[in-house]
């Protein structure tokens, strides 16, 4: 079956970095373009970045355009999501998500940004 497993959060502080990563299995990771979504308390999950299967096309949401970088390893079924300048706003739990499953959900990893 489909997994998605996140990892990478943590407590960081203002202006700093981290990066998430998502192991997947149980599908042709090839086939799909890979998002990340962010859920913060009291909002709906927001989409933040997208790949698509080659990594030819990335896209980002306004708020994280330029400090955000989504790649993608095809040869280990893996997603990233390389957060740099990461401000307050920023914090929340972050899920990767298959275009092709989009029903199909991890653990999430938790983002705490914070002084």
């Known amino acids: 079956q489909v997994q998605l497993v996140e990892s990478g959060g943590g407590l960081v502080q203002p202006g700093g970095s981290l990066r998430l990563s998502c192991a997947t299995s149980?599908?042709?990771?090839?086939?799909?373009?890979m998002r990340w979504f962010r859920q913060t308390p009291g909002r709906s999950r927001e989409l933040v970045a997208s790949i698509s299967e080659m990594a030819t096309v990335a896209n980002y949401a306004h708020s994280v355009k330029g400090r955000f970088t989504i790649s993608r390893d095809n040869a280990a079924d893996t997603v990233f999501l390389q957060m740099n300048n990461l401000e307050p706003e920023d914090a929340g739990i972050y899920y990767c998500?298959?275009?092709?499953?989009?029903?199909?959900w991890g653990q999430g990893t938790q983002v705490t940004v914070s002084s």
């Open positions: 149980g599908f042709t990771f090839t086939l799909s373009t």
């Open positions: 998500n298959a275009l092709i499953f989009p029903n199909n």
